[in-house]
């Protein structure tokens, strides 16, 4: 259960302070949550995994333009905030 887990270290980064983690992990569930009613139901690992696909391409779309825009600021905020989304990735497909 990927969404339990996702849960599960929301809370920890909760408790812990982690407020960058704390950010991603809230958006992550808040995209699989609106995904989930669009569908009218739970969503398998499968798509929890495809939801997390599709962030993980955003931010890198976030990064290439933040480069472009000479915003290492921001870059440096979207590689911190992609490297915690590929935590959840099965490892074959992160990136």
Known sequence: MLVKKLQNEQIKALKSGDKARLEILR????QIHNKEIEKKGNLSDEEVVSVLKKITKELKESIASSQKGQRMDLVNSYQQQLKIVNEFLPAYEAT
Do not use: D
């Open 27 to 30: 958006y992550i569930l808040a």
